[in-house]
């Protein structure tokens, strides 16, 4: 099976720390993410929260990434939103998750089967 770390690679500003990801030794080029990822209970699927920036007056903006470690595909969940993921979850068929947009006091969750991913190189 596949393995993956996150490397530390800086912080925003006021804010938590961001990192590179790395997927059996190789770096997800121009990509940081959160710190935060869940992990399917049969350990083939990771979820990352991407972050699209971290210019402290543009963000946060995010999105979910879902990795399938047996074939070496990504699928982005979303376009990038305002906002910090949340709880993850990951189901037989589907994978759960919340966007908290702290600065309108708002909590966004989402649904998302596995039949309707799609997943590319």
């Not at 590179?20 to 080029?29: A, M, P, V």
């Not at 990509?31 to 007056?57: D, K, M, P």
């Not at 910090?84 to 966007?99: A, D, G, H």
């Amino acid at each position: 099976m596949s393995e993956f770390e996150l490397q530390y690679y800086g912080e925003i500003r006021f804010g938590p720390s961001y990192f590179r990801l790395f997927i059996n030794g190789n770096e997800l080029i121009d990509r940081i993410f959160g710190q935060l990822h869940c992990i399917s209970a049969n350990e083939r699927y990771v979820a990352f929260e991407e972050w699209l920036t971290t210019n402290y007056s543009d963000g946060p903006i995010t999105r979910v990434v879902i990795y399938d470690l047996l074939k070496n595909h990504i699928s982005e969940l979303s376009d990038g939103q305002s906002g910090f993921i949340e709880l993850m979850e990951f189901t037989e068929t589907s994978f759960r998750y919340s966007r908290h947009n702290y600065g309108q006091k708002i909590i966004d969750n989402f649904e998302v089967t596995f039949a309707s991913m799609s997943f590319k190189d």
